[in-house]
């Protein structure tokens, strides 16, 4: 288990959802073994002990609190998402947390998808979600949100790093252009929502870095702690910027919003306009 992951287990600080990104059988792996270090009645430091009645019972694939699930057939569908949700709503018997485990999170159908995406949106208390995925680009952006994603290495180790970098850099390019919406006219909005519309592999990139943007500021000017961003290196442009937290977590609710739409396959070019016009009255 990754060393990230052990440090979760001995704060006990866990996220509600997690996407591990990598290879099926290295995701299942770590899957298990920290929903075993979670429940464990004796961990050691950080990982579970392998001896308890609890880790035992996960190693058999019996633990009444842990659910390792696997699409049929091709895709993850809404059929198994709804068997999800019934089961999300049972108490938990014995362990400490409630593990759900969905390995092919990236062959969820979209209705599948937008179903998944309620219940994280609202999780209940001592729950948690494993997504697991070997492609990050198929999971709809809005669920990819609601989840700390970690990477297990691999022989795409190094492109990782390298998309990583890359959309670090498209993130600076999206805040230059748009962080300044407030002061542009209505013409201006309309020609830059038309620019945009012609890129149309670009838009996902772009409500991306928009969301990032958004919450990173709504966290840092409620917590007043910089460290907390998931980009740390634009601390000096939130820090500059004279949005505040709710006006800042409102914009970032109409960015999700309008990600649905367009996963839904609404028209891009009014999703965006309406979009452009929301954030220049809110932010204005």
Not at 154 to 165: A, N, P, V
Not at 245 to 266: G, H, K, Y
Request: charged fraction near 25%; include cysteine.
């Amino acid at each position: 288990m990754l060393p990230q992951l052990e440090q979760t287990v001995k704060s006990g600080l866990l996220g509600h959802a997690y996407l591990f990104l990598g290879e099926k059988n290295k995701t299942w792996e770590n899957a298990t073994a920290f929903a075993a270090a979670v429940n464990c009645l004796s961990p050691v430091q950080g990982q579970a002990c392998g001896a308890c009645l609890s880790c035992r019972k996960i190693q058999h694939g019996n633990h009444p609190d842990v659910l390792m699930m696997e699409p049929r057939g091709a895709s993850f569908k809404i059929d198994q998402v709804r068997e999800l949700h019934r089961k999300v709503g049972y108490k938990h018997y014995e362990g400490r947390y409630k593990i759900l485990a969905l390995s092919g999170a990236d062959t969820m159908t979209t209705e599948a998808a937008n179903s998944m995406l309620k219940v994280l949106e609202d999780p209940p208390p001592h729950t948690v979600f494993i997504l697991m995925a070997e492609n990050g680009d198929n999971i709809l952006s809005t669920v990819l949100s609601r989840c700390q994603v970690i990477k297990f290495g691999g022989e795409h180790q190094d492109s990782d790093l390298k998309d990583g970098e890359e959309k670090s850099k498209q993130l600076e390019q999206v805040i230059d252009t748009f962080q300044d919406v407030f002061s542009l006219d209505y013409c201006q909005l309309f020609k830059l929502s038309e620019m945009w519309e012609k890129n149309k592999d670009g838009v996902k990139t772009l409500l991306d870095g928009m969301l990032t943007w958004y919450r990173d500021l709504a966290v840092a000017k409620l917590t007043g702690e910089v460290s907390r961003v998931r980009n740390p290196h634009l601390a000096e442009a939130i820090l500059k910027s004279p949005l505040g937290p709710d006006t800042a977590l409102l914009a970032a609710q109409e960015v999700e919003r309008s990600q649905r739409l367009i996963a839904q396959n609404a028209n891009v070019r009014l999703v965006l306009d309406v979009l452009l016009c929301k954030l220049h009255r809110l932010t204005g």
